[in-house]
């Protein structure tokens, strides 16, 4: 059972947006920033953004992230075959004083 | 460009301890702006941090408490890299085994990865 909850999975047809959502609690997305982090199978995972909305160079601006309140969202917009992934949600948790992870969405582009 | 090589068993026995390390080239060990992580990945707990070392007037060490009484991870200084040991292990600690590098800005995140383990623990 993960702190942070996420959805399973989504899907989306090639060019369109999907929304991954991330929720978790005050003593987590409350006070602190989400990053988030793609992986493909058989590899590490991926920064994708940081600070909740900021990406690192080489991500492409069709990957933004926002947080409200204790909850945090990735879009993806003009979606591709190689976005098929797996999108994992993380931040810190004071009252755990540890880093938490969401479950990770399985992300099928139709 | 900061880069993490993982090396260690693949198999352990249980009740023996995990020993894993990590080598870190494109940055220190004793960097006043990182800290250096180890996280597991299982298919029954997901993603899960386990504890971290970061050097800032000395060296700190967080753990988790799922493995606290059993984990530690220890920096070292001569040959950059850090290390992870997990005792009295059980097939329950069989997962994937993750070193990253936590950098330090306005937030923080794990911006490098080590390519992964596979530790299975079983007789």
């Known amino acids: 059972q993960s702190v942070l909850t996420q959805p399973p999975s989504v899907s989306a047809a090639p060019g369109q947006k999907v929304t991954i959502s991330c929720s978790g609690s005050?003593?987590?997305?409350?006070?602190?920033?989400v990053s988030w982090y793609r992986q493909l199978p058989g590899t590490a995972p991926k920064l994708l953004i940081f600070?909740?909305?900021k990406r690192p160079s080489g991500i492409p601006d069709r990957f933004s992230g926002s947080k409200s309140a204790t909850s945090a969202t990735l879009d993806i917009t003009g979606l591709q075959i190689g976005d098929e992934a797996d999108y994992y949600c993380v931040t810190w948790d004071g009252s755990l004083s540890g880093w938490v992870f969401g479950g990770g969405t399985k992300l099928t582009v139709l | 460009q900061v880069q993490l090589q993982q090396s260690g068993p693949g198999l352990v026995k249980p009740s023996q301890t995990l020993s894993l390390t990590c080598a870190i080239s494109g940055d220190s060990v004793s960097s006043k702006s990182a800290s250096w992580n180890w996280i597991r990945q299982s298919p029954s707990r997901g993603l899960e941090w386990l504890g971290r070392?970061?050097?800032?007037?000395?060296?700190?060490?967080g753990y988790a408490l799922s493995v606290r009484s059993r984990i530690s991870v220890n920096p070292d200084t001569s040959k950059n890299q850090f290390s992870l040991h997990l005792e009295s292990v059980t097939p329950d600690d069989s997962a994937v085994y993750f070193c990253a590098r936590e950098v330090s800005a306005d937030g923080n995140f794990f911006d490098s990865w080590g390519q992964g383990t596979l530790v299975t623990v079983s007789s």
């Open positions: 005050s003593a987590n997305i409350g006070k602190n920033y």
């Open positions: 600070e909740n909305n």
């Open positions: 070392t970061y050097c800032r007037s000395k060296c700190y060490n």
